[in-house]
């Protein structure tokens, strides 16, 4: 049957629970007036950064998307060279 029968040590520490996420108003970020663009596509906006930050999580935004707000660039960026992308990839 090929079972092992030897006794086995307990796992008695539990690894080290993940770092909890940094609050989106720690990121220094504006919070509101996002927009966001996929290759090809028309932008979407004005979001605030908390929708934008979920689109993102779930996946719903592609990683090459570019994110533009006013008050933080002049020129579209790619969300992933932004704090954000930091934060969520």
Not at 31 to 50: I, K, N, R, T
Not at 53 to 82: F, K, S
């Amino acid at each position: 049957l090929q079972i092992d029968t030897r006794e086995q040590t307990p796992v008695t520490e539990l690894p080290p629970p993940p770092p909890e996420p940094t609050p989106l108003e720690d990121l220094g970020l504006p919070a509101e007036g996002w927009y966001v663009a996929e290759a090809g596509g028309a932008a979407d906006g004005p979001l605030s950064l908390a929708d934008l930050a979920t689109r993102l999580r779930e996946g719903r935004v592609a990683r090459t998307a570019l994110i533009w707000n006013a008050d933080y660039e002049q020129d579209w960026v790619p969300w992933r060279d932004t704090p954000l992308g930091e934060e969520l990839a």
